[in-house]
């Protein structure tokens, strides 16, 4: 694990999308990631997994956007975690420190 944004609510998810998360800024810069980097998204309210990427949604709005099929996985009001790997040597493992976030879960709004 790289960064980790832990228990999120969905606020929207489109079906008709292309496919992707859309997060709002504020929360991809707090935990590091880049826009179109794969992503591990974790349903904390029926446990399903899914792999996607992400994409850069509105400033300040705290948006988690679910979108293309994997929006039957996640509803809105549904608390989900957004993990982000990178590959590393052993040794690079041995003293890495992953960042984590956890926003409120209410707003998606950085505590």
């Known amino acids: 694990m790289r960064a980790k944004l832990h228990r999120l609510t969905v606020t929207e998810a489109d079906l008709n999308y292309v496919g992707s998360i859309s997060l709002d800024p504020n929360l991809m810069d707090a935990a ?7 992503v591990q998204i974790v349903n904390v309210n029926n446990g399903e997994r899914l792999e996607t990427y992400t994409i850069k949604g509105e400033r300040g709005a705290g948006q988690v956007c679910i979108n293309g099929p994997a929006a039957r996985r996640c509803q809105p009001g549904d608390i989900v975690i957004v993990i982000a790997y990178g590959m590393m040597t052993i040794e690079e493992a041995k003293t890495f420190t992953p960042t984590v976030v956890f926003p409120d879960t209410g707003t998606n709004t950085i505590l």
């Open 32 to 38: 590091g990631l880049v826009e179109g980097e794969k």
